[in-house]
């Protein structure tokens, strides 16, 4: 028995040890193109080292205009996500309603709609309402669209936090939104970490709604310009690409640095409740 027992540890070991090359394998090549000025598919040590591939996409058209571009879309629609799914979770978790449960079933039901499949009238309601190839409009729709997860996941972390807390805050004289804001949110801040890192990935990384809802060169985000490194006879500047594409995931990688440790300590609820 300790021997099968070993042999399926072995087994397992193995097997998450292929996993972890196949992610790993494209993150190498993608640190080693970066500086190779003869960059090509093969993932393999540098030939010719280099950092003209950093100094030809560090330019303001290229690099800079974009992600700025991105750090205002994705930055003030991952803030109203948040704010939106903070408000509209308080109720479904703190009050019993027959009508609850359908209502995150249809939310559930919102997030496994395709974005390609309603993008046709949404464009069209864009250009009925003008707010096409604006940045705020944009935001707008990206954090319409992932609004309905970040409810799931925001309802579940405030679950977790007891309905005795914000009683007690009550009996002082708290109105509901002051113990949404001072009693709730902050006890529950690693799971609004959560919420935020997970939207701005998700948008950090969505190409198809800024390209076709952004029309002019100067509101194009990084996701976009990133077509700008694919020539019209299918010749790529692999080197260039993986250069930008460092560049481009440096943002969500900080992000997520930053709050992991926040995210770690978990829900630290210690003190709160007075013997």
Known sequence: ??????????????????VAG????????????????????RASPPREPTLENYRAVLTEEITFTPMA??????????????????????????????LTRPYLLTILFATSLPITAIMV?????????????????TALFLATAQLPI?????????????????????????????????????????????????????????????????LTPENMPASVSVFTFFGNTGSVLYGQLAAFSMLYSTPAVLLYVLVSRRIGTGFTLGGAVKG
């Open 69 to 98: 571009n991105s750090l205002l879309l994705c930055g003030g629609a991952t803030l109203v996500t948040v704010c939106c799914a903070a408000l509209a979770a308080y109720p479904l978790s703190r009050y019993r309603s027959r």
């Open 1 to 18: 028995m300790r021997r099968r027992g070993g042999r399926q540890r072995h087994a397992a070991d193995v097997a998450l040890l292929l």
């Open 150 to 214: 970040a409810v799931w996941l925001m309802k579940s972390f405030m679950d977790g936090v007891p309905r005795s807390l914000e009683e007690a805050a009550w009996t002082d004289g708290a109105s509901p939104a002051q113990s949404l804001v001072r009693v709730v949110l902050p006890l529950m801040a690693p799971g609004v970490l959560v919420v935020t890192v997970f939207s701005f990935v998700a948008m950090w990384g969505n190409f198809f709604v800024p390209f076709m809802l952004l």
């Open 22 to 41: 196949a992610f790993l394998l494209p993150l190498a090549w993608l640190v080693s193109a970066s500086v190779d000025a003869r960059a090509d598919l």
């Open 121 to 137: 009238p949404v464009y069209g309601l864009f250009v009925r309402v003008e707010l096409v190839d604006t940045l705020w409009g």
